[in-house]
């Protein structure tokens, strides 16, 4: 008579589970502890870039593949563990205070109408592919680029 098995499930899971709503599209997120979890309603407003910039890249801990999304179409929950870092003066980053994982860049004070949100940080399948790199004039020494996309020393 062994106990029970027990679940390891985790309590989120649930969430993951494909939406009840055929015909509706609705990508989902989380960080690495799922404190932070989120739902984009619509598209990627465009194929994901790869950025190398060194803001991007201590950030992240390497370059930053994000795509943008309307801001009217990301939900957000758990706030109370998304902390905010200001990286410039027009842009902060969004990242989840327990577990450090890095989601979003808000060009909050710039008028922008968008956020990008990290790929990373997206559930399979994204149905998006990454389309270029940019700001390819920053990028770190220990790694060279050679997958054939369109590559920009800035934007
Ligand atoms: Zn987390």
Redesign the pocket.
Known sequence: MGKPPVSTEPDWVSWRTPSKNPGKTMLKGA??????RFEIAGELQHAPDACHCSQCCRHSGHYFVSANVARAALTIHGEE?LGWYRSSEKVRRGF?K????SLFWDPDRSGHDFIAVAMGALDAPTGAQLARHIFVADKGDYYEIRDGLPQSERF
């Open positions: 960080c690495l502890c799922a404190g932070v563990n989840c327990v577990c450090g994982s």
